[in-house]
Every structure is written in structure tokens, then in C-alpha cells.
T-cell receptor, first 115, second 114 residues
Framework: EAGVAQSPRYKIIEKRQSVAFWCNPISGHATLYWYQQILGQGPKLLIQFQNNGVVDDSQLPKDRFSAERLKGVDSTLKIQPAKLEDSAVYLC?????????????FGQGTRLTVV | AQTVTQSQPEMSVQEAETVTLSCTYDTSESNYYLFWYKQPPSRQMILVIRQEAYKQQNATENRFSVNFQKAAKSFSLKISDSQLGDTAMYFCAFMRGGTYKYIFGTGTRLKVLA
């Protein structure tokens, strides 16, 4: 079975520019997560989707971050405008219907550097 | 609010030996899951082992086992017969039942020495 796909793997942008990340979850997985992992820290949840509805976006900085999951499959995470402190790895993960299986499967992440 | 604490930022172990990584958590919930994830330099988080809070038996997956002490809110990971490929960051994670949202610790960097 194919895993969670993310692109790009690396991105370098200047502060105040915009950037977008893409995620394709495992086929059939209803739940999709975006995590931010700052160097030396554990991943922090930014947003959680159940199908194409938002379950939790309480830690998403909504003044600059946005995310969508069209048709309950692929998802994009956007930052506009980027700040230096947004430098991090952005991880996408997916899981089956939570009532069936709790654990999430992660992609390889996108490393963002803001200069 | 739930918290997860990993008090060992770095550890090392000789190849073929056994190492234990510590994790404590704080919650007032009774329905939850605990996980250990491995993150190698490739950055992909890989599930190592999971434990349902309602199960008294400690989970085991080949060389990996946990010591789940529910009353003490402790969830340590034991790696037996350590291999060079075990070198990675290890994250302990908590998930409250029904939320399916992970709360991760800060991680332990494990280095297996030849």
C-alpha cells in the first residue's frame, strides 16, 4: 500500500513570501493531520480534518496559515506571509476512521527554511 | 490538559545491548492510547508500538516492548538486541480516546554504537 505522499521535500523562501505544501494521504483514510515540527521539538498539531471537515484547528495561526482538504482526499497547507519562526518540518499524516484504527501514518515531511 | 515528558534528550547504547527510554504523561482521562514513534534522519515518523490504556498487558513487537505503569503514568520503551538501524529520534505520544489527536513529547535521540 502506498504511504502518505508530501511535496516538496525542501523549500527555502524569504520572509514575507508565501508557500504551499501538498499532501496525499493513504487511500481510504478519513482523517488527515498537519503537524509542525520545529528543530529539537516534538510535532505539534496544526489542523486535523475528518473527511473534508475541520475537527481541530485550535493551534493553527489563522492570520497567516490556511489549509484545505478538497473532496476529502488531498490537502494543501499554505503560509502567507511567512516569518522566520515558521522554519520547521511540516508533517502530514493520515489515519483510518478513528473508530477502526487509532494510529496515524506519516509522510516524510517538508523542510521549510525561511530566510 | 495532557502533557508528555521525555526526560532523556540523548542516549547511547552498544550494539546488541538493551536500552530503556523513559516517558511520563499527565492526564485525568481513562480512555487513551500511548505510542512510541521512531523518526530516522529521513524524517518519516514510523510507529514502533502502541498501548491501549484499558489493557493491562504490556505491548510487545519483536525486539520492542513497553513497561506501562498506569497508576504512575509511565510508559517506557525497551529495545532489546539493539541494532545500528535503531539509531533515530524516539517520540512518546499520547492520544485521548475520541479525539485522535496526538500529543508528542520532545523526543529522545538514541545512538546505537558499533
Amino acid at each position: 500500500e502506498a504511504g502518505v505522499a508530501q511535496s516538496p521535500r525542501y523549500k527555502i523562501i524569504e520572509k514575507r513570501q508565501s508557500v504551499a505544501f501538498w499532501c496525499n494521504p493513504i487511500s481510504g483514510h478519513a482523517t488527515l493531520y498537519w503537524y509542525q515540527q520545529i528543530l529539537g521539538q516534538g510535532p505539534k498539531l496544526l489542523i486535523q480534518f475528518q473527511n473534508n471537515g475541520v475537527v481541530d484547528d485550535s493551534q493553527l495561526p489563522k492570520d497567516r496559515f490556511s489549509a484545505e482538504r478538497l473532496k476529502g482526499v488531498d490537502s494543501t497547507l499554505k503560509i502567507q506571509p511567512a516569518k522566520l519562526e515558521d522554519s520547521a518540518v511540516y508533517l502530514c499524516a493520515s489515519s483510518l476512521d478513528p473508530g477502526v484504527q487509532a494510529e496515524a501514518f506519516f509522510g516524510q515531511g517538508t523542510r521549510l527554511t525561511v530566510v | 490538559a495532557q502533557t508528555v515528558t521525555q526526560s532523556q534528550p540523548e542516549m547511547s547504547v552498544q550494539e546488541a545491548e538493551t536500552v530503556t527510554l523513559s516517558c511520563t504523561y499527565d492526564t485525568s482521562e481513562s480512555n487513551y492510547y500511548l505510542f512510541w514513534y521512531k523518526q530516522p534522519p529521513s524524517r518519516q515518523m514510523i510507529l514502533v508500538i502502541r498501548q491501549e490504556a484499558y489493557k493491562q498487558q504490556n505491548a510487545t513487537e519483536n525486539r520492542f516492548s513497553v513497561n506501562f505503569q498506569k497508576a504512575a503514568k509511565s510508559f517506557s520503551l525497551k529495545i532489546s538486541d539493539s541494532q545500528l538501524g535503531d539509531t533515530a529520534m524516539y517520540f512518546c505520544a499520547f492520544m485521548r480516546g475520541g479525539t485522535y489527536k496526538y500529543i508528542f513529547g520532545t523526543g529522545t535521540r538514541l545512538k546505537v554504537l558499533a
